[in-house]
């Protein structure tokens, strides 16, 4: 299996445009989370999905983030309007209910100037 | 709410030495305890984990770590420092019956020194 992916790895934007990040989980995984990692909070889950329906949301900042699941092999998570704060690397894992851990991305890196 | 602490945001080790790095967390009911390591602009790859069953559990590339109910302690050991252990580690704590999210703590950074 070729992991979770990605993409893109980077993204560079100005602020007040539009963008979305993408994940593909591994094949036959229920669970997909996307994290954010930042020097000043860590690790930490923005939300997580189980069977393509958000379960828990609470760590999503704002209104300006959405996340969708139209299908078990794709999500994608979107900011608009992007702010410079939300620089950041996104993270997303997925998990099989089998499973107790959860497997990672290599991450996007989002600068927003 | 729960929360997991890691004592110290850096430790630096001579190669060969031995490898601490703490982890607490608090929990009500035991959790599944999590250690993940991050190298240099890449994502977390799972070190190891106790779920259940015995206390000590072994993970990859000669990691090591005790679960201690009584201390509300996992820390993560290594007899001897390698050049290659240098990176990011995180504590991660998946709370019960919460669908397999995971609260990480702030990371202890690794710096091995020849």
Not at chain 1, 37 to 46: A, N, S, V
Not at chain 1, 71 to 85: D, G, M
Not at chain 2, 56 to 71: P, Y
């Amino acid at each position: 299996d070729a992991g979770v992916i990605q993409s893109p790895r980077h993204e560079v934007t100005e602020m007040g445009q539009e963008v979305t990040l993408r994940c593909k989980p591994i094949s036959g995984h229920d669970y997909l989370f996307w994290y954010r990692q930042t020097m000043m909070r860590g690790l930490e889950l923005l939300i997580y999905f189980n069977n393509n329906v958000p379960i828990d949301d609470s760590g999503m900042p704002e209104d300006r983030f959405s996340a969708k699941m139209p299908n078990a092999s794709f999500s994608t998570l979107k900011i608009q309007p992007s702010e410079p704060r939300d620089s950041a690397v996104y993270f997303c894992a997925s998990k099989g209910q089998a499973n107790t851990e959860a497997f990672f991305g290599q991450g996007t890196r989002l600068t927003v100037v | 709410a729960q929360s997991v602490t890691q004592l110290g945001s850096h430790v630096s080790v001579s190669e060969g030495a031995l490898v601490l790095l703490r982890c607490n967390y608090s929990s009500s009911v035991p959790p599944y305890l999590f250690w993940y390591v991050q190298y240099p602009n890449q994502g977390l790859q799972l070190l190891l984990k106790y779920t259940t069953g015995a206390t000590l559990v072994k993970g990859i590339n000669g990691f090591e770590a005790e679960f201690k109910k009584s201390e509300t302690s996992f820390h993560l050991t290594k007899p001897s420092a390698h050049m290659s252990d240098a990176a990011e580690y995180f504590c991660a704590v998946r709370p019960y019956n919460q669908g397999g999210k995971l609260i990480f703590g702030q990371g202890t950074e690794l710096s091995v020194k020849p």
